[in-house]
């Protein structure tokens, strides 16, 4: 769909100016309506209902079996005030910065070096094949991701500690996810690991549409690689760099698996997060209510983040074509 | 970050005489230095592969006694095969495949019939029905949870596999609602007028124009749709908790979770874990990377 939609959809677009466009199949019948009917029965019972449900939920108490009561806001006002709720939106800031800063910034480099350096240097066989690398764990499963890097870092002969010990540096062998001053670098280190390979290849797909008249003036007026990185490849991918940031940040606030699979949110506090912190009221505590009130956060905090991303967005794009 | 600071060096090999630097084209060790660094990163990525593969063939005296680094002397294969037949591995197999397949392809004619209306009948509020979905996608499963967890118990669904394969068609079918409305958009027009000159019915366009033409799409769609049905984690792992319903993601994911494995097992236990996805990876590849870069640009 890459290689052929866009120029099928060009002379589409400059058919249609020409042509008359309200005439024959265009029209709106009403008809089509009914093509809608089995997806929109089938969203209304999976996403609206529930998502209602939840809503409601969130403004009672009910161990998910008997009388619910209802009691307002009293979750809200119950959650500003616990602990664990600060503790899982600070770790939730560590995830994004494990899955959207960091990755992001290294994607950058990766892809324009390997798009830049070795797929003109050494042929994009090459590229393709170390691309290929970075992006393999990002096709695993999280939780087989969590169980192959919780067993790496088994506090008892676990290959890292081993490792460590073997070049001599067996002081710093510890049990990674069992303390909580490393459990939560550990996770995000892990998830850097997964997440590398996302912004490898879109950024790669994108410079691929950039004008390479664009270096070759530059390198003529005598800029470096690092100035022509900055000035060219960044402002030209930016587009690529607002989807990589905007679907990480939303990943991010929704992590699950590594956290279920690699620490059960602990040890203490150290590694929860929202989503595994609603799961707990859920399904462990019997606190429907007050799970369905965190959960209600997190989709207020995904949708404004999505607002202010996309605004932001469009800002800059507007001030791209003022230029 | 690495990468970039060796970079400089090349360029000032040429010597002081030049009033500006050299450029990345000189024929330097500086490139080798880079390719040198990324090949080491891309191995340091492959690692926990490595070791994965490395001790999912010793005996667990071989793990015990030399380490997890040590290439293993004997091919064992009895850890891998007590595994396989304990969880019933062939079991979870099946079940992952039967829900990711069913999934991607009701999804995908889900998507087709919302964007056959939405793109091509353009209907109105067409506009706030694609932002619907798109927030629909946005959505934390916990969100939604406990509702459908409830539901699914009145319903008599709770525990079955197709309440898992309904859930997933609509959530990905939102995805693909989204991205398929936005193709549809550009149709070719006159394609249309013609087959409704001819006295083609609406759902005979959708079959005989619509669908053959965009069948790349959707099969990029498809492939898509598997793959993350295959890895999803949250909603089996509520949904599905007799053993023989299980998916993989989620038998390997409780098994973690118990810590009732010893190393050797717990790595051959990974490895199957590992094999499927790296066996879609290289059957799928150019689908993936083609679907990718136009899920971004879209």
Do not use: C
Not at chain 1, 294 to 309: A, D, E, H, Q
Not at chain 2, 153 to 173: D, K, M, P, R
Not at chain 2, 219 to 235: A, D, H, P, Q, Y
């Amino acid at each position: 769909m890459a290689t052929t939609s866009p120029s099928r959809a060009k002379t589409t677009r400059a058919k249609a100016s020409r042509g008359g466009t309200r005439t024959g199949i265009g029209e709106r019948s009403p008809v089509y309506w009914l093509y809608l009917v089995p997806g929109g029965l089938l969203f209304a019972a999976v996403i609206i209902v529930p998502f209602v449900m939840n809503l409601g939920l969130s403004m009672a108490r009910w161990p998910g079996v008997g009388d619910i009561t209802w009691i307002g806001f009293d979750n809200y006002t119950r959650l500003f005030a616990d602990d664990t709720f600060w503790t899982s939106f600070r770790n939730s800031v560590a995830m994004i910065v494990a899955m959207v800063i960091v990755p992001t910034a290294i994607g950058l480099v990766l892809a324009a070096v390997l798009f830049d350096v070795v797929g003109k240097r050494f042929g994009n066989g090459t590229a393709s094949a170390l691309r290929a690398m970075f992006y393999l764990p990002q096709i695993l499963p999280v939780a087989v991701a969590g169980i192959v890097w919780g067993w790496i870092l088994r506090p008892q002969n676990g290959a890292l500690n081993t490792l460590l010990e073997a070049v001599g540096l067996g002081d710093l062998a510890q049990n990674w996810l069992g303390d909580p001053s490393t459990a939560l670098p550990s996770v995000m280190a892990i998830l850097v690991w997964v997440q590398i390979g996302y912004p490898v290849v879109i950024f790669m797909a994108a410079l691929q549409r950039v004008d390479p008249d664009l270096y070759e003036a530059a390198e003529l007026d005598g800029a470096g690689w690092w100035r022509r990185f900055r000035a060219i490849t960044i402002a030209q991918i930016r587009p690529e760099m607002f989807v990589v940031a905007l679907t990480a940040t939303i990943a991010a606030m929704k992590v699950f698996g590594p956290v279920y699979v690699l620490t059960g949110g602990g040890p203490g506090h150290a590694t929860n997060v929202p989503s595994y912190f609603a799961y707990q009221n859920f399904f462990e505590r019997a606190n429907v209510g007050y799970g369905a009130a965190i959960s209600t956060i997190l989709t207020l905090i995904i949708i404004v983040l999505s607002i202010i991303f996309i605004r932001f967005q469009a800002a800059s794009e507007r001030k791209e074509r003022g230029r | 970050m690495t990468a970039t600071r060796t970079a400089p060096p090349s360029s000032s090999a040429p010597g002081p005489a030049l009033p500006r630097r050299k450029d990345r084209h000189h024929r330097g060790v500086g490139r080798w230095i880079v390719l040198a660094l990324l090949v080491i990163a891309a191995a340091a990525m492959l690692f926990p592969f490595a070791v994965i593969v490395l001790n999912a063939f010793k005996t667990p005296a071989e793990y015990s006694g030399a380490g997890p680094l040590a290439i293993p002397t004997e091919f064992y294969v009895d850890g891998m095969i007590n595994f396989w037949n304990r969880v019933n591995f062939g079991q979870k197999l099946w079940n992952s495949f039967m829900i990711a397949g069913s999934v991607a392809i009701l999804a995908v004619l889900v998507s087709l019939f919302n964007a056959y209306a939405l793109g091509i009948g353009r209907v109105k509020g067409r506009l706030s029905i694609v932002v619907l979905f798109l927030i629909a996608n946005m959505l934390p499963h916990e969100a939604l949870i406990y509702p459908l967890y409830f539901i699914a118990n009145e319903v008599g669904l709770y525990n079955t596999q197709l309440a898992v394969i309904i859930i997933f068609t609509v959530i990905q079918s939102a995805f693909g609602t989204y991205l398929l409305a936005s193709v549809f958009g550009t149709f070719p027009k006159e394609m249309l007028e013609a087959a409704a000159l001819d006295g083609a019915s609406k759902w005979q366009i959708l079959w005989r124009v619509v669908f053959p033409m965009s069948r790349p799409t959707l099969s990029v769609l498809v492939v898509f749709f598997f793959i993350w049905t295959w890895n999803e984690f949250f909603i089996p792992l509520i949904f599905l908790v007799s053993n023989d319903k299980q998916t993989v993601p989620v038998a390997l994911g409780v098994l973690e979770g118990d810590r009732l494995m010893d190393a050797t097992t717990t790595s051959a236990a990974a490895l199957l874990g590992v094999v499927p996805a790296i066996l879609f990876f290289l059957f799928f590849q150019r689908t993936l990377a083609r679907g990718i870069s136009a899920g971004a640009v879209k």
